[in-house]
C-alpha cells in the first residue's frame, strides 16, 4: 500500500490560540492525512484553537462528564456540543460525554516514553543490524555538496518509517484506516503541553506537490520551519506574488532538478526555467536565503537532498529494506507495546486502540530515528552545522514515492 500525496502523510498543524498570557496552549494537536476545510465541526484541530475546548478536552480525559457540564465549559467558545460530536472529539456513551480520539496527558506521555524507549530502541536496532547493506546504497547518491546521512534521514526516516510505516500498519491491521470525513480523510491527535519535550523526536512531515517536483520537510515538532514558497508569495517581486503555488512551484523544482545534475551558473538556471533574470535572481536569492543551494565562483549547487528518477535505485533500495524491518518488527513487538501502555488515557476511553496506534507509531519511529542519528546514520538536524535546524528539507519526484 503505497502512500500518495499529499494524502497519508503525517502533516502538523501547528494552530496557535489567540489565548492571552494567563490562558496559554494547554494541547498541542495535529493530523496525520489530509484535510480542505477550516470548520470546526469538520476538522477538530480548528475547534482546538479554542481554549475553551482544551480546558474540556483535558478535563474529559480525566473522567467523563455530564452534557451541562460539556455546554458550560464550552459556553463562549463560539464551539458547540454538536461540533464536538460531529468532528469525532467527543462520543456519547451511557448518559455522559466520552474522548473519541486519541489524547496524551503528561502522564500518559511518561508511560510511553518508558516504552519507547525499550520498544524504539529495538526497532533503531533492527535497522542498524543492516547498515552495511544501508550504506552500500547511499554510497551511489552522488550529488556534490549534499550530506548522504541527510539522504539516509530523509529517505529512511521519512519516507520508510513515516510514510510506508503508517500505510505498511494499516495495511497488515495494526492501525486503523484513516476515516473519510467531510473534509478529507485524517486522523486526528492532541497531547498536552509541558510534556515530554519534541525536540529531537523526528516524526514530523509536511509535503506539497506541484505536479512532477513535490516539496517536503521532516524534522521534530520543536523547531519553527521556513516556507520558501510562503516568503515568495509574501514578499517576492510582484510578478512572482502573482504567480499561483503550480508555477513557482514548478520554477523552484525545475533549478533543484537542474543543480541535481551539477553546478550551473545563474544564466544557464534562468534559461532552464523559461523566466526573466530578475525573477531567476529573487527565487534564487530566496533559496540561498532558506539555505536549499549555495553559492561558489558564479556557480550554484544544492545543500539539501535532490532526488530525481535517477535516484530510483536508492529510494526504492532503502524502502524495501525499511519495510522488511517494519513488518518484521511489528510482528514480535505490536502486541507486547500494546500491554506496555494500556494505562494510556485513550485506552481508559476506549478508544480503538488501533486508531491510537497512529500516534503511538510516530512515537515509536520519532524516537527510533533519534537513536539512528545518535548512531551516526542519518545526519543530526541540530549539529554546529546544520542549516536549517531542526528539520531537513527535500526535493523530490513525485513518482518516487508512488512506486513502492
Not at 516514553?113 to 552500500?136: G, M, P, V
Not at 510534556?195 to 520543536?222: E, N, P, T, V
Not at 520554477?251 to 551558473?265: D, K, T
Request: charged share 20%.
Amino acid at each position: 500500500m503505497s502512500c500518495t500525496l499529499p494524502c497519508l502523510l503525517a502533516i502538523y498543524l501547528a494552530l496557535p490560540t489567540l489565548a492571552q498570557d494567563s490562558d496559554r496552549e494547554l494541547l498541542n494537536f495535529s493530523i496525520t492525512g489530509s484535510s480542505n476545510t477550516e470548520s470546526p465541526a469538520e476538522n477538530a484541530t480548528y475547534a482546538m484553537v479554542h481554549h475553551e475546548v482544551q480546558r474540556l478536552l483535558l478535563d474529559i480525559a480525566q473522567a467523563p462528564r455530564s452534557r451541562q457540564y460539556v455546554e458550560k465549559v464550552l459556553s463562549g467558545s463560539a464551539i458547540s456540543l454538536s461540533d464536538m460530536i460531529s468532528n469525532g472529539s467527543l462520543r456519547f456513551e451511557n448518559g455522559l460525554y466520552w474522548l473519541n480520539f486519541s489524547l496524551l496527558t503528561r502522564s500518559d506521555q511518561e508511560i510511553i516514553h518508558q516504552a519507547t524507549s525499550q520498544y524504539s530502541q529495538s526497532l533503531a536496532d533492527a535497522i542498524l543490524k543492516r547498515r552495511s547493506e544501508l550504506e552500500r546504497l547511499l554510497s551511489t547518491y552522488n550529488v556534490p555538496d549534499v550530506d548522504r546521512k541527510e539522504v539516509a534521514f530523509i529517505i529512511l526516516g521519512c519516507f520508510s518509517l513515516d510514510w510506508d510505516g503508517l500505510d505498511l500498519s494499516t495495511a497488515h491491521g495494526y492501525r486503523a484506516v484513516p476515516p473519510k470525513r467531510k473534509g478529507g480523510e485524517f486522523f486526528f491527535m492532541a497531547e498536552e503541553t509541558g510534556g515530554l519535550s519534541l525536540k529531537q523526536i523526528y516524526w514530523g512531515s509536511g509535503s506539497s506537490q506541484y505536479g512532477k517536483y513535490s516539496f517536503a520537510s521532516f524534522g521534530d515538532h520543536f523547531s519553527p520551519r521556513q516556507s520558501v514558497m510562503y516568503e515568495l508569495h509574501t514578499s517576492g517581486l510582484p510578478e512572482i506574488r502573482r504567480m499561483t503555488s503550480e508555477e513557482l512551484g514548478g520554477i523552484i523544482g525545475a533549478f533543484m532538478f537542474a543543480l541535481h545534475e551539477g553546478p550551473q551558473s545563474a544564466p544557464a538556471l534562468t534559461k532552464a526555467s523559461n523566466q526573466t533574470a530578475a525573477i531567476s535572481n529573487c527565487i534564487l536569492d530566496e533559496l540561498i536565503a532558506a539555505h536549499w543551494i549555495a553559492k561558489l565562483n558564479d556557480k550554484f549547487y544544492p545543500r539539501i537532498p535532490v532526488l530525481t528518477i535517477r535516484d530510483r535505485q536508492i529510494v526504492s533500495g532503502l524502502r524495501k529494506l525499511g519495510s522488511e524491518v517494519i513488518l518484521a518488527w511489528l510482528q514480535e513487538n505490536y502486541v507486547p507495546f500494546q500491554e506496555a501502555v494500556k494505562e494510556i488515557t485513550p485506552v481508559r476511553n476506549r478508544v480503538p486502540y488501533q486508531q491510537t496506534f497512529d500516534q503511538l507509531w510516530h512515537y515509536l519511529f520519532g524516537i527510533a530515528n533519534q537513536k539512528l542519528v545518535e548512531a551516526g546514520l542519518f545526519a543530526d538536524p541540530y549539529s554546529p552545522e546544520a542549516a536549517p535546524t531542526g528539520y531537513v528539507p527535500v526535493v523530490f519526484e513525485s513518482r518516487l514515492t508512488e512506486e513502492q
